[in-house]
């Protein structure tokens, strides 16, 4: 079954030897991409400087509950 070209590929985009759904069963087990806001990428600029600060935070709300 031939499709028709997209108008918006460009001809040096080659798929040919591409796989079909090679990250389909990753895909469909989920994704937990988080995008932050710029003002706070500055000062989280790393995925562990963000899961620290997410992991302090559920501390504080856990002792706060515990109290």
Do not use: C, H, W
Request: glycine share 4%; hydrophobic share 40%.
């Amino acid at each position: 079954m031939k499709t028709k070209a997209d108008p918006e590929m460009l001809p040096e985009y080659d798929f040919s030897k591409g796989t079909r759904g090679k990250f389909a069963v990753r895909y469909r087990a989920g994704s937990n991409v988080v995008v932050i806001e710029d003002d706070l990428a500055t000062s989280f600029p790393t995925a562990e400087s963000v899961n620290a600060a997410l992991r302090r935070q559920l501390e504080v709300e856990r002792a706060a509950r515990a109290t």
